[in-house]
């Protein structure tokens, strides 16, 4: 029961922040362009599930729009759709930037633009500069992820290589009125950060953000209340080094009382050169499950909201006492998995992997602990 109570905490967290409820959520307060002709823009892993909300509430009003997303996160929509690479961009998305700059082009004046942005921006929509290849672009994203900075500077250091990241797109917008509407895939909601700075706020372009790390926090806080558990929500960013961050919240979980525990934030995990599969979630959980292994009353998942945790197709894992017994069984030492970032082989041997598939949202990580 308290393990499906996890999950189900989990994914009520996540479809409160999707990105066609929440779009839809803000756009049945809003009157967009004074009834100009509408030119819609959705960009990022939650770009269709945004698209959609907007189709919900303005149709008609939509003259034309262009989705771009992730490889097999696409639906039906009525607009063009394209999907390119993520994590690693490679010539779709270069392919997926030239279409962007040609669709911005073609709007005529006196149309009102709406973008759409989530995270996996960066991954997927990409226009370099001179003298800066595609084989470039890939090497240094590779290198970007597997060396444990924080987004805030692996994005800074993307838009020194590119000709619309770091607020450049918008010398394409021609001074065309401007609403964005963004998911928050970055600590504090920082609006230059989001896709790579895509788009800075300035005095045509109206920008909101639609759906938070914070507002999943709260929606999981809610569901648990509701279904009888004490909340402890914190609402301080968690990150650092995933390792030691499920380590740290295993020992805060079974050292305090009885309660469901809720953080969120994004972690980081330094790869070695011959890495195994997993991700951040996958390698916080089993951290945590080292903790966790004499105690059969606590219960702990970590997830990401996109619903893909690292290159995989899990969203991350949950584990309580018996995952440490239930992985060795299967021949495998958790801390040979840890140390060679091949979290995911000891998980799945242990039945301990979390799959939702594409949420239409990404507003980072959630942990959730439940002592009882």
Do not use: W
């Not at 607020?167 to 895939?185: H, P």
């Not at 330094?270 to 916080?284: E, W």
């Not at 006492?321 to 082989?345: F, H, M, P, R, V």
């Amino acid at each position: 029961m308290h393990r499906n109570n996890l999950l189900n905490i989990f994914n009520e967290a996540i479809a409160f922040v999707n990105g066609r409820e929440s779009v839809k959520r803000f756009l049945t307060q809003q009157t967009l362009g004074k009834h100009k002709p509408i030119y819609l823009i959705a960009l990022g892993k939650a770009a269709a599930s945004m698209a959609q909300g907007a189709h919900d509430i303005l149709g008609p009003s939509i003259q034309e729009g262009l989705v771009i997303t992730k490889v097999g996160h696409g639906t039906n929509l009525p607009f063009r759709i394209l999907e390119a690479a993520h994590p690693i961009p490679d010539e779709r998305s270069l392919e997926a930037g030239n279409t962007l700059l040609d669709f911005l082009k073609n709007i005529p004046k006196h149309s009102h633009v709406l973008f759409l942005i989530s995270g996996g921006t960066s991954s997927l929509v990409e226009v370099l500069p001179k003298g800066f290849t595609l084989d470039n672009l890939m090497k240094l994203n590779q290198k970007l992820l597997a060396c444990g900075l924080p987004i805030s500077d692996i994005n800074r250091i993307r838009s020194e290589h590119s000709q619309i990241k770091g607020g450049k797109l918008v010398k394409y917008l021609n001074g065309l009125q401007t609403t964005a509407l963004f998911i928050s895939d970055v600590p504090g909601d920082h609006l230059p950060q989001i896709g790579s700075g895509l788009l800075f706020p300035n005095n045509f372009i109206k920008s909101y953000i639609v759906a938070s790390l914070k507002d999943a926090l709260h929606a999981a806080a809610k569901y648990a209340a509701q279904l009888g558990y004490p909340v402890d929500l914190d609402e301080t960013f968690v990150t650092g080094d995933a390792a030691k961050v499920g380590t740290k919240l295993a020992n805060e979980l079974i050292h305090g009382t009885k309660r469901l525990m809720i953080r969120g934030g994004e972690t980081t995990v330094v790869l070695p050169k011959n890495s195994g599969q997993g991700g951040r979630n996958q390698h916080l959980a089993l951290s945590a499950a080292c903790v966790l292994k004499d105690y059969d009353n606590v219960f702990f998942l970590s997830g990401g909201t996109d619903g893909t945790d690292g290159p995989t197709e899990f969203a991350g894992a949950m584990v309580d006492s018996q995952t440490i017994a239930k992985g060795q069984s299967q021949g495998l030492s958790e801390k040979y998995c840890l140390e060679n970032a091949n979290s995911q082989s000891f998980l799945k041997a242990a039945g301990a992997l979390i799959k939702t598939g594409p949420t239409g949202t990404n507003v980072m990580d959630i942990m959730l602990g439940l002592k009882t």
